[in-house]
């Protein structure tokens, strides 16, 4: 069973509770997903995997109340919460996608789906040539369990397929790139910024699903929007975890 799981939690330390808040009067950046991810051609099943603090009781109330199924499993170690949901549903196939994208292209997560038979591991950001919040990972089983096995560092724990991209040579890895390079752009939900620029998308564009395509021509006609988030360090997460790795290693040198 082809299955996408997205992690999702409420204690973000850059923008607390942002799964839960609104992009519309009547809807969430969590449910937005969710609807994009509905017109999906290939995803079998869709899971939200939640933590066992406290705070996320509101997700799993949310799941409750929209008749989604949803795992809750470690906070921190996010690889285990992935493999032991991704094995309590019996899925062979996982598509991995943050519960920060709510303008995810379902046409994006075909076009990589289609390629889980011939690969361990099939993504569009090892090089990045897609904008930030259009992202998709998928990984078979087989290969999940290998790597949660093998991953030991905070930031393969946390990042899930981070032990994939550091081991390349172990897996048969497959990489999307577009011909033009759009990396720059980006409406991932870190900050309120991305939030704001979010919600502009959604007012403006009323086709739905929205896809890559129609937000690069809504950018070509209000090339002002781009402006909302420009400021907004995508690499600030990733700094934080390799300075996670340096104290473990320093803790754990024989």
Not at 28 to 37: A, D, E, G, I, P
Not at 46 to 53: D, E, G, N, R
Not at 123 to 143: D, I
Not at 209 to 232: A, G, R, S
């Amino acid at each position: 069973m082809i299955g996408c799981i997205i992690q999702a939690r409420m204690g973000s330390s850059r923008l607390p509770g942002k799964v839960l808040k609104s992009v519309t009067n009547m809807t969430s950046v969590l449910q937005f997903q969710l609807k994009q991810l509905s017109f999906s051609k290939s995803i079998e099943k869709i899971v939200i995997a939640t933590t066992t603090l406290d705070e996320d009781e509101s997700i799993v109330n949310f799941c409750n109340k929209n008749n989604i199924e949803f795992f809750r499993g470690d906070s921190k170690n996010v690889l285990d919460r992935y493999y032991q949901c991704a094995k309590k549903y019996n899925l062979t196939t996982i598509v991995r996608i943050p519960s920060d994208k709510p303008l995810i292209d379902p046409e994006i997560v075909d076009h990589i789906v289609k390629h889980h038979k011939s690969h361990d591991y099939v993504t569009n950001f090892l090089t990045s040539t897609y904008p930030s919040g259009t992202e998709v990972e998928l990984v078979n089983f087989k290969t999940l369990k290998k790597i949660w096995e093998k991953a030991k560092l905070p930031s393969e724990l946390e990042h899930v397929t981070k032990y994939i991209h550091t081991h390349q040579t172990e897996f048969n890895v497959l990489n999307i790139e577009l011909s033009k390079n759009l990396s720059h752009l980006g409406w991932a939900v870190d900050r309120i910024e991305d939030l704001m620029l979010v919600r502009e998308i959604i007012s403006k564009i009323h086709k739905r699903p929205i896809l890559l395509k129609d937000i690069l021509e809504l950018f070509e006609k209000e090339p002002q929007l781009m402006e909302i988030n420009k400021n907004v360090d995508r690499n600030e997460g990733n700094i934080k975890s390799l300075k996670e790795d340096e104290n473990y290693l320093n803790n754990n040198k024989k």
